[in-house]
């Protein structure tokens, strides 16, 4: 038998493993909600574990558990779209970086060709390929700056 059969509501739910993230997926319904509740607009929430209540923290109105749950599973999801697209600004920085240092005259004709086939990739590549191969080809040319001062010095 089926805990939704006998009428059993699931009180404890456990963390995630580490590193894992919670999953939501919001389903709309168009109905127009019961009439015995009102919004509450603070975002303050305060949750009693002894009782199993939320309640607001600025007003003091006993809330939905489930308004809650939509509350953080909507913020939850605009951060994960915000943190999508901020990596992804961040990977077209380290390739604008990469179009900078093709055009250096001291890349060499294999640095070009490693930088000319991460292009090609660019759909592809992760932001820490293209992290590690901008800062390996800008290490490796300020290292080769150094030298020629270094050399123009002592002559």
């Given at each position: 038998?089926?805990?939704?059969?006998?009428?059993?509501?699931?009180?404890?739910i456990?963390?995630?493993?580490?590193g894992?993230?919670?999953l939501?997926?919001?389903?709309?319904?168009?109905e127009?909600?019961?009439?015995?509740?009102?919004p509450c607009?603070?975002?303050?929430?305060?949750?009693?574990?002894?009782?199993?209540?939320?309640t607001?923290?600025?007003?003091?109105?006993?809330?939905d558990?489930?308004?809650?749950?939509?509350?953080?599973?909507e913020?939850?999801?605009?951060?994960?779209?915000?943190?999508s697209?901020?990596?992804?600004?961040?990977?077209?920085?380290?390739?604008?970086e990469?179009?900078?240092?093709?055009?250096?005259?001291?890349?060499?004709?294999?640095?070009?060709?490693?930088?000319?086939?991460?292009?090609?990739?660019?759909?592809?590549?992760?932001?820490?390929?293209?992290k590690?191969?901008?800062?390996?080809?800008?290490?490796?040319?300020?290292q080769?700056?150094?030298?020629?001062?270094a050399?123009?010095?002592?002559?």
């Amino acid at each position: 038998m089926d805990d939704r059969e006998t009428g059993f509501v699931a009180g404890m739910i456990f963390p995630t493993p580490a590193g894992s993230k919670p999953l939501f997926k919001i389903i709309r319904d168009h109905e127009r909600p019961p009439e015995k509740i009102r919004p509450c607009d603070h975002p303050n929430f305060v949750l009693d574990q002894k009782w199993a209540t939320i309640t607001c923290g600025e007003c003091g109105q006993k809330l939905d558990p489930f308004s809650v749950m939509m509350c953080y599973a909507e913020w939850w999801n605009e951060m994960q779209r915000h943190s999508s697209h901020m990596k992804e600004a961040e990977k077209q920085l380290h390739i604008a970086e990469l179009r900078r240092l093709r055009k250096l005259r001291d890349t060499t004709p294999d640095e070009v060709a490693e930088i000319e086939k991460a292009m090609a990739d660019r759909w592809s590549l992760t932001l820490e390929e293209a992290k590690e191969i901008r800062d390996r080809l800008e290490k490796t040319s300020n290292q080769r700056r150094y030298a020629r001062r270094a050399a123009r010095r002592q002559a």
